[in-house]
């Protein structure tokens, strides 16, 4: 995974889940059991990177696995940009 210190991170380019990659493969074999949270945040993060035309954003993998484990009713875009480690630069 993309390390910096202890952050992990995972790349979605131009709104797309980069699936296939290294980092992403070994983060899902590692969560595999909350899938269906980290999944249903993902699919929502894709569109809206997508809506905002974001070449690439690095999801943080543990910002992530901790907001799945937090109970919440809806997500909202502020939650989602949080996810992001480069959220700072690709906010509307």
């Not at 899938?35 to 905002?52: D, F, R, T, V």
């Not at 035309?53 to 999801?59: E, F, G, H, K, S």
Request: glycine share 4%.
């Amino acid at each position: 995974m993309i390390c910096s210190q202890d952050t992990q991170q995972f790349l979605i380019k131009r709104g797309v889940v980069q699936e296939k990659t290294q980092e992403f493969i070994l983060f899902k074999r590692a969560n595999i059991t909350k899938w269906g949270a980290i999944q249903n945040i993902l699919l929502q993060m894709e569109k809206y990177l997508s809506q905002y035309n974001v070449p690439i954003a690095y999801v943080d993998t543990r910002l992530l696995v901790e907001f799945c484990e937090e109970e919440f009713e809806q997500i909202t875009h502020h939650d989602l940009l949080d996810l992001i480690a480069n959220g700072n630069q690709i906010a509307p």
